[in-house]
């Protein structure tokens, strides 16, 4: 097994040494995570709200514990349940996943205070990142291709605010500084409509984000949506593991992924990593991390950074042979990455298709119980998932039940594994969507490559009037 103390000469991060871990999230993302652990010897702790205390993947953990009831509030997002969690399981750091409190800066702040290991970035990193204003103007400052559009907020008088959309030109997006999950934004395609969307917006910022501060940027029509992944450690070392393309969104939640994101010229995807890559020397940042960026016309417009690990980093992990989850917690350890960027290749090709328990049509949740499960198998196919029979799916908490990822050689034959597997794959009791899936499998379009981000929207609207 290999040595997990801190290296030395570690003065980055003196408290690094911990031999567990509290995974502070459920599904599949705490089962994923518990893998890693697992596979670095390091012990760990599962706390589940009352609705997951019957389910089977807590076995996995060393130990498993129950901090509150069903709502997230009182469980998954209660940072004081956490923390006592952390205190009387003694675990020594906490992984928080993706959602919940992954990219909250207090809590991340909290476990630093009480001398644990918060597994992510700094919460300044957080902060910067986590205000879109902010983190543009960081993002500019490093060099990284940023939408056109002041990296400030917009002022009070109406008059300077029209001026500043003219100079941009219409359309234009107003965007709320505090926004996230595709809430806090307003398109403008005339000037006469200008005033009223930044009130509106205003406004819902007020309440929703508990900021005002709104800016403004050209509002692209037909972009793709193109991720980098970056992983950095606490010694210099900082790397970009590839381009995802998560272009197949519906309501801005993603639907399938896939790396790498085929049309775009090696060149373009360096010079754009290498930037990102920058961007995290100048911020600080250490741990694992997305660069979103919006591509159109063979340009890259960055969008926002999230901190965290996503829902998507399997797809990367196939093509490029990187952990990204141990490489996450290697870091948190004090260690240095085990790669760098020469090493560093993609392989094939990925795509991952999010199964939810959901209908296919409505897209109603569905959950209830799961009365069976056949997974798919085979070469280049891995699901994670942390149903099987007997679980039963929560209304608590998002739908998603699993993840289906295929890899091969190539794209063609990538879309025929996927084919292949989804129709292998069965979940009985519940509606999921692996019927939507069959059929954007088919869709010529997606077989193309490159569609934008209002296709999958575009195609179900046509599918419905079919
Ligand atoms: P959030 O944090 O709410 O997810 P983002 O800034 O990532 O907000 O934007 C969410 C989505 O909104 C993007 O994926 C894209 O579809 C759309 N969007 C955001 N900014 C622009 C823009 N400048 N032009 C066109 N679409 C945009």
């Not at 599904?27 to 012990?43: F, K, M, Y």
């Not at 990142?129 to 056109?148: L, R, S, T, Y």
Request: contains cysteine.
């Amino acid at each position: 097994m290999m040595d997990l103390s801190p290296i030395k000469g570690d003065t980055a991060d003196q408290k690094a040494a911990f031999d567990s871990v509290l995974i502070a999230n459920r599904g599949e993302i705490a089962l994923r995570v518990q893998r890693a652990c697992r596979e670095l010897g390091l012990r760990t702790v599962m706390v589940c709200s009352e609705a997951d205390r019957d389910a089977d993947y807590l076995a996995a953990a060393d130990t498993a514990i129950c901090i509150g009831p069903a709502p997230p509030g009182q469980s998954y997002l209660n940072k004081s349940a956490i923390l006592l969690a952390m205190k009387l399981t003694g675990a020594g750091a906490v992984h928080p996943g993706y959602g919940f409190l992954s990219e909250n800066a207090a809590f991340s702040e909290a476990v630093d205070q009480m001398g644990a290991v918060f597994i992510g970035p700094r919460a300044d990193a957080i902060r910067t990142m986590g205000d879109k204003i902010a983190a543009k103007k960081a993002m500019m400052a490093a060099g990284v291709p940023c939408v056109p559009g002041p990296d400030s907020a917009l002022p009070d008088d109406p008059a300077e605010i029209g001026k500043i959309a003219a100079e941009i030109g219409y359309p234009v997006i107003v965007k709320a500084a505090g926004g996230g999950g595709g809430r806090g934004m307003r398109v403008v395609h005339d000037p006469d409509a200008l005033s009223d969307a930044v009130l509106v917006t205003r406004e819902e910022a007020r309440r929703a984000f508990g900021t005002p501060e709104l800016y403004i940027e050209k509002f692209l029509e037909h972009p793709r949506h193109i991720e980098i992944q970056v992983l950095c450690d606490n010694h210099g070392g900082a790397v970009w593991v590839g381009l995802r393309d998560c272009s197949m969104q519906r309501r801005h939640q993603k639907v399938v992924e896939e790396g790498p994101a085929i049309g775009i010229p090696a060149e373009a995807a360096t010079f754009v990593g290498n930037r990102c890559v920058e961007a995290c020397r100048q911020i600080g940042y250490r741990g694992v991390g997305t660069f979103e960026f919006l591509y159109e016309n063979g340009e890259f417009y960055f969008i926002e950074m999230n901190t965290r690990l996503q829902v998507e980093h399997p797809v990367t992990e196939m093509t490029s042979g990187v952990d990204l989850v141990r490489q996450q917690l290697l870091v948190a350890l004090g260690h240095r990455l085990e790669i760098e960027q020469d090493d560093i290749a993609c392989d094939g090709h990925s795509i991952e298709c999010r199964i939810n328990a959901e209908d296919p049509y409505t897209f109603a949740p569905s959950p209830g119980l799961i009365t069976g499960v056949r997974l798919p198998g085979g070469p280049g196919v891995r699901v994670d998932t942390h149903v099987a029979a007997g679980y039963r799916v929560s209304a608590h908490y998002d739908s998603l039940i699993a993840k289906l990822i295929v890899h091969a050689p190539t794209r063609e034959q990538a879309i025929m594994r996927m084919r292949r597997a989804l129709d292998e794959m069965q979940i009985g009791g519940v509606s999921t969507n692996l019927p939507l899936h069959r059929e954007i499998l088919q869709d010529p379009a997606f077989a193309a490559g490159g569609p934008d981000i209002h296709h999958l929207e575009k195609w179900l609207a046509a599918r419905g009037a079919q």
